[in-house]
């Protein structure tokens, strides 16, 4: 992540070095900007360009910040949708004496004691998600980990995070966003793999982006489609 400070504004953007011969300057849906360059361009002559696009770049950023607060906020209650590994599941709420989460019939079900007090439904849907997150996490992870040659298993903590979908730490460990869950599992593996690919090279240089490239051949369309998957369900 590199920054550029414009006016009294400061810039936090992804620069991707590729061969290509002309810049190209995008606004995900999460708010990252991404700059695609040639190679040989240096940070003055990346900084250059960015700041005669600061007008653009703040009026997209806006964009995105205000449809985001728009948003409806999310109901638990029998009709309304969740995703789940990548798929939407219609909520069904049923009154039991037993309270848990279960997927039945195509359907993301709530058995519960109080099936009209959404608070309650709501923690019985996330102690769900959060157990899914450990299993499910862990599961891809040793899988992933057979594309590498590392004699150890990082260890996997799940933690909210505003601008990452994960970090990887020094001390072998991989923090993952939570939101991970309701990803595909190929989106899931980039991350992942994207991770994994800092224990050899800590920063995004060029042999950092050769080897995510190799381990993960679609890397940028994966990304594309988790943030924009991400985004328009929160």
């Given at each position: 992540?590199?920054?550029?400070?414009?006016g009294?504004?400061?810039?936090?953007?992804?620069?991707?070095?590729?061969k290509?011969?002309?810049?190209?300057?995008s606004?995900?849906p999460?708010?990252?900007?991404i700059?695609?360059?040639p190679l040989?361009?240096?940070?003055?002559e990346?900084?250059?360009f960015l700041e005669?696009?600061a007008f653009w770049i703040?009026k997209?950023?806006?964009?995105?910040?205000?449809?985001k607060k728009?948003?409806?906020?999310?109901?638990?209650?029998?009709?309304?949708?969740?995703?789940y590994l990548?798929r939407?599941y219609?909520?069904k709420?049923?009154k039991?004496?037993?309270d848990?989460?279960?997927?039945?019939?195509?359907r993301l079900t709530?058995?519960?004691?109080?099936?009209?007090n959404?608070?309650f439904?709501?923690?019985?849907l996330?102690?769900w998600?959060?157990?899914?997150?450990?299993?499910?996490?862990?599961?891809?992870?040793e899988e992933i980990?057979q594309?590498?040659k590392?004699?150890f298993?990082p260890?996997?903590k799940?933690?909210?995070?505003?601008?990452?979908?994960g970090?990887?730490?020094?001390?072998d460990k991989?923090i993952?966003?939570?939101?991970?869950?309701h990803?595909?599992?190929?989106?899931i593996?980039?991350?992942?793999i994207?991770?994994?690919c800092?224990v050899?090279h800590k920063?995004h240089?060029k042999?950092?982006?050769?080897?995510?490239?190799r381990k993960?051949?679609?890397?940028?369309?994966?990304?594309?489609r988790?943030?924009?998957?991400?985004?328009n369900?929160?």
């Amino acid at each position: 992540m590199r920054k550029f400070i414009y006016g009294k504004t400061e810039y936090k953007y992804h620069l991707d070095l590729g061969k290509r011969k002309t810049f190209a300057l995008s606004i995900s849906p999460s708010m990252a900007i991404i700059l695609k360059a040639p190679l040989d361009v240096g940070k003055k002559e990346a900084e250059k360009f960015l700041e005669k696009k600061a007008f653009w770049i703040d009026k997209q950023l806006k964009f995105f910040a205000n449809f985001k607060k728009t948003k409806a906020k999310k109901e638990y209650i029998s009709g309304e949708a969740f995703l789940y590994l990548g798929r939407r599941y219609m909520l069904k709420v049923y009154k039991s004496k037993e309270d848990k989460v279960i997927i039945r019939k195509g359907r993301l079900t709530i058995l519960s004691s109080k099936p009209k007090n959404q608070k309650f439904n709501k923690e019985l849907l996330n102690e769900w998600f959060e157990i899914k997150m450990n299993k499910v996490f862990m599961e891809r992870l040793e899988e992933i980990l057979q594309k590498f040659k590392y004699k150890f298993v990082p260890e996997i903590k799940i933690r909210k995070m505003s601008k990452r979908w994960g970090s990887y730490h020094s001390d072998d460990k991989i923090i993952l966003n939570p939101l991970l869950i309701h990803a595909t599992k190929s989106q899931i593996d980039y991350v992942l793999i994207h991770e994994l690919c800092h224990v050899k090279h800590k920063n995004h240089s060029k042999e950092f982006y050769g080897l995510l490239k190799r381990k993960c051949p679609k890397w940028e369309l994966e990304k594309e489609r988790l943030e924009n998957l991400i985004f328009n369900e929160f």
